[in-house]
Structure formats: C-alpha cells, structure tokens
C-alpha cells in the first residue's frame, strides 16, 4: 500500500503545479518502498536527494508564477518552501551521519509538510492563479 495517496482534495485548479506534486508523492512512496525493502539506508538517501532536486525545481516554478500572476503572499510561501529545504538538507546530513531512526522521521516529516503546504498554502496560490486567468 502507497504511503500517501494521491486525493482529489489536493487539486489546487492549476494542471502543472498538480503534476509536479503527484510527483513529489510518488517519490515519497518510493521512499516508503525503499524504507520497508532491502537496502533501506542508501535507497532512501538516494530518493531524498531527489526529492530535495525536484522540490527545488517545483518551488522555484510556483515562485515564478507568483511573480509572473502578483501574489501579495509570495514572502509568507517563499518562507515555506526555504524552511523545508532547509529542513530536508538537515535530516539528509543526519542521514549521512548513520543516525538510523531517522527513516520514519523523514517520511513522516515529508508526508505532513507536503500535505499541509499543499492543504493550505498552494490550493491558496491555486485560486489566485485561476482567478487570474490561469489554469
Ligand atoms: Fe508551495
Ligand atoms: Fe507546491
């Protein structure tokens, strides 16, 4: 069984942003496959870092968005996006270390803010970018 399953209530309105985060799911239940598979350490850092990869990527497109459609909370979201980086960064080096216990924590962690951001945040960044004619 998946980790986190993709949910309509997801749908922030706008088709590329919602690919990008069916992505981003994807990649942490590959995790969760890695996790619960052989291997576990060096597959979960690998899945991390790309993750971390491609959560750059899909921030800085909701960034551009937000400049391209003026989005008077971009700093709050912009806040959101660098604190989990910074986040992830910290838990990959922990990682590294060989703290082992750190697996859950970071599934566990990647499966709440990406549910959250996406609750509350992006399904805002959504609505702004349809009314603005966006879609
Ligand atoms: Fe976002
Ligand atoms: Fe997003």
Known sequence: MAYMEWNPD???GVAEIDEHHKHLVELLNTAYEALTGGNRRERTMAIVDELVEYATYHFATEEYLMGAFPEPEKECHVKEH?????????LREQMTRGETAITTTVLAFLGDWLTHHILHVDKKLGRHLVAAGMS
């Not at 980086?85 to 910290?90: F, Y």
């Open 10 to 12: 997801y749908g922030t």
């Open 82 to 90: 660098r604190a989990f980086s910074k986040r992830v960064v910290e």
